[in-house]
């Protein structure tokens, strides 16, 4: 049952490296959902796929080979080929998720103390709070305006930039923060973001009490346009500074900000944008809020992905509820997000025949869940193997896993809101070290076997 190698296949690794640099670069540029959707959007058009809500408004009827995008709320992408079959008799459906583990910047977050002017935060989704002190940090988003304009913020990882962070208690004076338990070591509430030490000049800001604040209202003014007010109408998320860097002597891994979920959603765009005659129509969605539980307008549990379908539907001619709900119940799902690498620091949270290892290929987890499988999709035996066959027909290396021992944790996926729709799911994606971590790890000949699995189980009978 042990898996081989995958890197052992290739007497050419220059295919596996290509592959990786582009998803390298991609990670290093886009650091939000909202970045990641305007990336995606941007390929999209750029490869002839064309705006659904135009076609919708045209009423143009859908063909098999269009090409179709939908973008939701700037946060959210559903990429459309149309298949030779109709719709009704499923579609193969690539999910994957785009937001990730960070800091949020809270709605009034600017204050100074002692003549340091700090940014108050709330961390989204699950999160080590001591990973993120004593690190190059930069902030990425938006501010909206009452006017209505958006204005995009990116600070931190242009070269020349400054870069921002949350600082930690010298070791001298940590003998108390040493006995602490690992979740309470650094808390919440004290990850707030020094962003300036410099007062503003009396002349300019005569009856103003806090300088070094004033001074930093007064940059935001100068250099965005943003008045302080304007904060409680941002989005501004604190990450990493930095690029996606190569890892290792052999530069076979990449250690970077953001696999979990990007790593599954460049693939799977890579995989959908390589398609042109299919038999089943392509889907490839990419969703966010994963890290917060699927919620919301953006999440896996809204509306749009369905929303979007029961609009194909009608542009196919065929608009009745029932026709919708074959349409669903017809589909095949690859949940596409990341899985626990096994790591030999840590062997005693592992089960070693039923764990993903870095350099054996896509991984597939029948089931995810915690405390008996609790909350996760648990995929049909009879699916399994047909993605069996689909994967060893195409010559991808996989191999299966459970996220950790019995009882050691766990987590959930998209997966289950899929299966909810009455669709095959199975839990799929690339293995990750240091899983939301600030910098997380993965194997680039992973990232290339789920890209080739993704473009196997888009053409499979
Ligand atoms: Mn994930
Ligand atoms: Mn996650």
């Known amino acids: 049952m042990e898996r081989e190698n995958a890197w052992k296949k290739y007497d050419d690794t220059a295919e596996v490296y290509d592959f990786a640099e582009g998803y390298r670069?991609?990670?290093?540029?886009?650091?939000?959902?909202?970045?990641?959707?305007?990336?995606?959007?941007?390929?999209?058009k750029a490869a002839g796929f064309k705006?659904?809500?135009?076609?919708?408004?045209?009423?143009?009827?859908?063909?098999?080979?269009?090409?179709?995008?939908?973008?939701?709320?700037?946060?959210?992408?559903?990429?459309?080929?149309?298949?030779?079959?109709?719709?009704?008799?499923?579609?193969?459906?690539?999910?994957?998720?785009?937001?990730?583990?960070?800091?949020?910047?809270?709605?009034?977050p600017l204050y100074e103390d002692t003549d340091m002017a700090l940014l108050d935060t709330h961390y989204y989704g699950g999160v080590k709070k001591y990973q993120w002190v004593t690190l190059?940090?930069?902030?990425?988003?938006?501010?909206?305006?009452?006017?209505?304009?958006?204005?995009?913020?990116?600070?931190?990882?242009?070269?020349?930039?400054?870069?921002?962070?949350?600082s930690d208690l010298l070791i001298h004076l940590s003998q108390e923060q040493l006995e602490k338990k690992g979740a309470k070591v650094v808390e919440g509430e004290d990850l707030n973001v020094l962003v300036g030490s410099i007062p503003a000049s009396k002349k300019e800001k005569e009856e103003a009490k806090e300088l070094v604040k004033?001074?930093?209202?007064?940059?935001?003014?100068?250099?965005?346009?943003?008045?302080?007010?304007?904060?409680?109408?941002?989005?501004?998320?604190?990450?990493?500074?930095?690029?996606?860097?190569?890892?290792?002597?052999?530069?076979?891994?990449?250690?970077?900000?953001?696999?979990?979920?990007?790593?599954?959603?460049?693939?799977s765009y890579e995989a959908i944008a390589a398609m042109s005659k299919v038999d089943y129509t392509s889907v490839c969605l990419l969703v966010d809020k994963e890290e917060i539980g699927s919620v919301g307008a953006t999440g896996m549990h809204s509306s749009f992905f369905t929303d979007m379908v029961a609009e194909l539907c009608a542009l196919e001619g065929n608009d009745s509820a029932v026709y919708l709900r074959r349409?669903?119940?017809?589909?095949?799902?690859?949940?596409?997000?990341?899985?626990?690498?096994?790591?030999?620091?840590?062997?005693?949270?592992?089960?070693?025949k039923n764990s993903a290892y870095f350099g054996r290929g896509v991984v597939y987890n029948k089931y995810t869940g915690s405390r008996g499988k609790s909350g996760s999709n648990d995929a049909n035996a009879e699916y399994v193997a047909w993605i069996r066959k689909v994967m060893d027909d195409?010559?991808?290396?996989?191999?299966?896993a459970e996220l950790g021992k019995v009882d050691a944790g766990g987590g959930g996926t998209i997966a289950?809101?899929?299966?909810?729709?009455?669709?095959?799911?199975?839990?799929?994606?690339?293995?990750?070290?240091?899983?939301?971590?600030?910098?997380?790890?993965i194997s680039k000949v992973d990232l290339y076997e789920a890209f080739k699995a993704y473009k196997a189980f888009l053409i499979a009978e």
């Not at 349409?327 to 070693?352: R, W």
């Not at 729709?421 to 690339?430: K, T």
Request: glycine fraction near 8%; charge should be negative.
């Open 25 to 44: 670069q991609f990670i290093s540029q886009n650091k939000t959902e909202r970045e990641c959707a305007a990336y995606f959007e941007g390929k999209a």
């Open 51 to 108: 705006d659904l809500k135009e076609v919708i408004k045209a009423a143009v009827p859908i063909r098999p080979g269009d090409k179709l995008y939908a973008v939701n709320k700037a946060k959210e992408v559903a990429l459309f080929v149309i298949g030779k079959k109709p719709l009704c008799e499923g579609m193969r459906i690539l999910g994957a998720h785009i937001d990730s583990p960070r800091l949020d910047l809270k709605q009034n």
């Open 136 to 166: 190059p940090l930069a902030l990425h988003g938006v501010v909206a305006k009452k006017d209505g304009e958006v204005i995009k913020v990116s600070v931190g990882d242009e070269p020349g930039d400054p870069v921002f962070g949350v």
């Open 214 to 267: 004033a001074n930093i209202v007064n940059i935001l003014q100068e250099k965005y346009n943003i008045e302080e007010e304007d904060f409680l109408s941002a989005e501004i998320e604190v990450v990493p500074a930095g690029e996606a860097r190569d890892y290792g002597f052999d530069r076979s891994m990449i250690m970077g900000y953001g696999h979990d979920d990007r790593v599954c959603a460049y693939p």
């Open 327 to 352: 349409v669903l119940s017809n589909s095949k799902v690859l949940s596409s997000d990341v899985s626990a690498a096994y790591d030999p620091n840590y062997p005693s949270v592992m089960e070693k």
């Open 394 to 400: 195409s010559d991808v290396s996989f191999q299966t």
């Open 416 to 441: 289950y809101i899929l299966g909810n729709l009455n669709m095959q799911v199975i839990d799929s994606g690339v293995a990750v070290l240091n899983m939301h971590a600030p910098w997380e790890i």
